[in-house]
Nanobody, 122 residues
Framework: QVQLMESGGGSVQAGGSLRLSCAAS????????MAWFRQAPWGTRERVAR????????NYADSVKGRFTISQDNAKNTVNLQMNSLKPEDTAMYYC???????????????WGQGTQVTVSS
């Protein structure tokens, strides 16, 4: 049973950077699809980035394209999300998710981390 643990959230000013990490345990390799979702208190859970770990193929939401980068570290069984040029609208709880296929909706993922809070002030 794969378990996910996020870390790296915090509070920053607009324009700053944060790096989130998602450590996977319970498996010798990363699940085929690893993704980052976020959910603001008033919003739905949206996917911001995903990576197919066998190929390294990535995809981003338009709202974060050019600012966020998802990457994998196979040696550490970790997926990272580098977030640059942060904006107040990036404020949300960020969740790591694992699955066999990179669905765009959260219902397609069965394995989730507990989340890490990101707060961006103006």
């Amino acid at each position: 049973q794969v378990q996910l643990m996020e870390s790296g959230g915090g509070s920053v000013q607009a324009g700053g950077s944060l790096r989130l990490s998602c450590a996977a345990s319970g498996s010798t390799r990363l699940t085929d699809c690893m993704a980052w979702f976020r959910q603001a208190p008033w919003g739905t859970r949206e996917r911001v980035a995903r990576i197919y770990t066998r190929t390294g193929n990535t995809n981003y939401a338009d709202s974060v394209k050019g600012r966020f980068t998802i990457s994998q570290d196979n040696a550490k069984n970790t997926v990272n999300l580098q977030m640059n040029s942060l904006k107040p609208e990036d404020t949300a709880m960020y969740y790591c998710a694992a699955g066999e296929v990179c669905y765009t909706t959260p219902e397609g993922f069965r394995t989730w981390g507990q989340g890490t809070q990101v707060t961006v002030s103006s």
